[in-house]
């Protein structure tokens, strides 16, 4: 788990906004994050990153050696989202989200799984929901060890190899249970699929079976991943930490979105506990092409993602404050005679904040 850390006099913050409704969703996001620093003594300094569908476009360039040298520069990243439906897929998603992932060592991607008060589950009865997905980063199948021979002919092959070290494996676990051993609860669900990867999922096993040694207070337990998606909808309410390989949580994470009042509300951190580089903060959710320019895309995640920052640099007060917000707005919401627009949205949050 993450150190505390003082809070710097001046927040050196790179600004990845990204493509489709990452640009508006991120400008609500700041809007948020200036109201929450107001009167603190902190002052924000934000870069602009131009990365994404565009510099594609213009340079054919991801992300740069000279891009990631500026962005460690920071103290932390705000990211709206990446992708873009004119150009290929993955180009953006690896070449920019992963790479940027993978080089600053974000192995835990943390993304909290809470249904606040006042709103709507799809579920009938969903009871407490209140857990977070501590989802391993940087390892399993989104490495990029695999290839394709025969491509486009009937013989074709395909290999995506899901890479699971010792190192990588137990680092992560061990975040996993200093967080459930800090919660009120203290249990943690491994979420994997060892009937079937037997070489990974044992790993995973045994390695949560050593950690947890080291954490007697926790209590642990094992759901196979296909039985997990069945108890997130049935008992969410059973869950308090998951931890889990990068694939699964990727899927299992979109689904907590689901259940706890859709994919606008989704927040998440990509933490380098060992702060060797600046951390990601960015919503779960992709850039939307759907209801991109639209002034629709909900920017609750996003800014939800900024309270998660200004926790991981220790300006818990704050963070509390934009938390507090967001709660007050999402509990009156379910009374609105209208929908808001994204930028109504931010400046009532903000607003909410200034208080
Ligand atoms: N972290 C990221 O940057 C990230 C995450 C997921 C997907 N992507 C990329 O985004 C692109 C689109 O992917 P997708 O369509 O699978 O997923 P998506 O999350 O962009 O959209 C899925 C659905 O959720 C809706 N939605 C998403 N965010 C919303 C918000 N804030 N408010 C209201 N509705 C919202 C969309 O309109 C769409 O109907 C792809 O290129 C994908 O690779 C990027
Ligand atoms: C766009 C993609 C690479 C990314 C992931 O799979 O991690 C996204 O789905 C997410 O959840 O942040
Ligand atoms: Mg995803």
Redesign the pocket.
Known sequence: MSASTTAPADLRLAVVA?????TE?VEQGLLVLEAALHGTGTRVATTDFDLGARRWHATGETLTDGDLDAIRAHDAIL???????T?P??V??RGL?LKLRFALDHYVNLRPGRLYPGVTSPLADPGDVDFVVVREGTEGPYVGNGGAIRVGTPHEVANEVSVNTAFGVERVVRDAFARAAARPRKKLTLVHKHNVLVHAGHLWRRTVEAVNAEFPDVTVDYLHVDAATIFLVTNPSRFDVIVTDNLFGDILT?LAAAITG???LAA?ANINPDRTAPSMF??????????AGQG???????VLSVAMLLEHLGLSDAARRVESAVASDLAERGSAERVRS?AEVGKDLAARVAG
């Open positions: 990204g493509d489709g409704i990452g969703v990211l709206g989202a990446i992708g873009d439906p150009v897929s993955g953006l998603e989200l979109d859709g994919i606008g998440s960015e919503p779960v959710h992709g850039s939307a092409p759907d209801i629709k895309a909900d920017p609750t995640a996003t994204t």
